[in-house]
């Protein structure tokens, strides 16, 4: 049999999101992301946009109850190995999505999202209330940028300092893995990954330029698919950084807005964590 270098036993992985049609961020970003570390991908929408790189133009939640169905419905068939959830919409997509979580007991990533790239909310304000209290307790891991750090920590992150006591506040609404992600600093672009009072930093050089559209989802979809493949945290967080900073590198000019991120850059596992660098 020729090597083609994917796992014997294909991992399933499952989003649970907000669909962008333009491809660059949301479950479609997602299932990309999912294919390029050789995961089987899943995709449940949470919430339909009408949006290109330019900005959002509609949200369109669905009937929370037609989530479940979808989430059910793959659970008896396929049940994941992992998942994460990006934008969900409303309060009530929240609680179904938590209430087939806590059954299905899957590891979960949770990107807090609340805003797109350019600023249109995605989710009702009770939306996040609901995320943080009923779906924070049931999450593996949560990656907040720095202004959803802020916005759930109720603080100003504006610093590495800051980071740090954003992850704190937030790990003790339930994750066990806080992962700040400091892209929108300046200098380098370093992340904070906090779990039991445990800091770890990981840095990548900043890659020049404008914004990109998707960066968020194509990070927390790696470490979805990572986790799927039996990495630890750690681990995942390692290597879909490296990933989602070459995805930047590489972006493609397409679209007359906000570019989106390369999905197609190298999704590679090093087998070990970098030591003795910044990654401690
Ligand atoms: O990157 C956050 C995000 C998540 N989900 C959807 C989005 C965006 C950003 O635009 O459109 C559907």
């Known amino acids: ?33 999912f294919h390029q570390f050789g995961v089987y991908g899943m995709a449940v929408p949470a919430v339909l946009t009408s949006q290109n790189t330019l900005g959002v133009e509609a949200v369109l939640p ?23 959830t990006g934008a969900l919409g409303s309060a009530g997509i929240v ?12 590891p979960l990533v949770v990107d807090p999202v609340i805003s797109s790239t350019s600023g249109q909310p995605l989710s009702s304000e009770d939306g996040l209330e609901a995320l943080v209290r009923s779906l924070f307790p049931l999450s593996l891991m949560v990656t907040p940028n720095l202004h959803e ?52 930093l990981f840095r990548e050089a900043r890659v020049a330029g404008p ?12 470490i979805a698919a990572l986790i799927a493949l039996g990495r630890t945290p750690p681990e995942a967080v390692c290597a879909a950084k490296r990933y989602v900073t070459e995805a930047i590198q590489r972006a493609p000019e397409l679209g007359r807005g906000n570019h989106p991120v390369d ?16 990654n401690r």
């Open 95 to 106: 609680r179904e999505v938590a209430s087939w979580a806590r059954a299905a007991d899957v």
């Open 263 to 278: 999905h197609h850059a190298p999704a590679k596992w090093s087998g070990r964590l970098r030591s003795g660098g910044p």
């Open 62 to 84: 669905l009937e929370p109850a037609f989530v479940r169905s979808q989430l059910d419905c793959i659970q008896r068939d396929i049940p994941p190995k992992a998942a994460k």
């Open 149 to 200: 750090a802020g916005m759930i920590a109720g603080m100003r992150v504006q610093s590495l300092v800051d980071m740090r006591r954003a992850a704190g506040r937030i790990a003790d609404l339930g994750p066990q893995w806080v992962l700040v992600t400091g892209g929108h600093l300046k200098g380098d672009a370093v992340d904070v990954l906090w779990s039991d009072g445990q800091v770890r």
């Open 1 to 33: 049999m020729v090597d083609c270098g994917l796992p014997p036993e294909r991992p399933v992985a499952l989003t649970v999101a907000g669909s962008d049609p333009s491809g660059g961020a949301g479950l479609q970003a997602d299932l990309k992301t």
């Open 211 to 222: 914004g990109h559209h998707g960066t968020g989802c194509a990070y927390s979809a790696a």
